[in-house]
């Protein structure tokens, strides 16, 4: 998880409040990514982004947005959480270039109660 | 829906012995990535295979990639506790854009001391 932290750790939290999750990245690369994982499902990919201000939607965009001001930086905010938003977060980081591996953050344990 | 879907679903084995976990895929691929991740931790990349190769080495690991059949095979060899852990696979698209991956559903793989 070197190079590569995710704030916070644990979080609970009511339905309808906003949540913003954030991860922070030290290794200058171009891309981030979010995800979330579920148990049967697997990691799907929320957002992504591929440059500063640059971002895309991914396959469970719904209910979520992002922000990337600055290179080191990726938000993921609920608007208005909701108990189907209870997962663990995964920010992961990739140079872009090469071979393109990933690397992730240690997660964020969110619960919309 | 899941790019790749890995097989079996849970692996139990004695340790020594040898591991085969299975990936399929739907779409044409640029490149196969096996990644590892531990209880309550991210993801760590394990090794990754390009779509023009058949079979990479790394230590105790070995990959097959078979393109006409789009399936891969990750073999751990002389399995130890430590490699108690959920294994994942992920595919990068051969048209896709921005270093976009897949991840399928993961194997739970139980080495027994």
């Known amino acids: 998880d070197a190079g590569i932290t995710q704030s916070p750790r644990h979080k609970v939290t009511e339905t309808g409040t906003p949540v913003t999750l954030r991860c922070h990245q030290t290794e200058n690369h171009r891309y981030m990514y979010w995800y979330r994982q579920d148990p049967g499902h697997g990691l799907r990919l929320i957002h992504y982004?591929?440059?500063?201000?640059?971002?895309d939607k991914g396959e469970v965009s719904d209910g979520y947005s992002v922000s990337r001001s600055k290179t080191e930086d990726f938000l993921l905010t609920l608007e208005s959480a909701t108990s189907s938003q209870t997962s663990v977060y995964f920010c992961a980081i990739s140079s872009g270039t090469g071979a393109n591996e990933q690397f992730f953050g240690p997660g964020t344990r969110l619960t919309v109660l | 829906s899941q790019q790749g879907e890995e097989d079996p679903q849970a692996l139990s084995i004695q340790e020594g012995e040898n591991a085969t976990m299975n990936c399929s895929y739907k779409t044409s691929i640029n490149n196969l990535q096996w990644y590892r991740q531990n209880s309550g931790r991210g993801l760590v990349h394990l090794i990754l295979i390009r779509s023009n190769e058949r079979e990479k080495h790394s230590g105790r690991l070995r990959v097959t990639l078979d393109t006409s059949k789009k399936s891969s095979s990750l073999l751990i060899t002389a399995s130890r506790a430590a490699d108690t852990a959920s294994y994942f696979c992920a595919t990068e698209p051969l048209r896709g854009a921005n270093s976009k991956l897949t991840f399928g559903k993961g194997i739970t793989l139980s080495v027994r001391p």
């Open positions: 982004s591929y440059g500063v201000k640059d971002t």
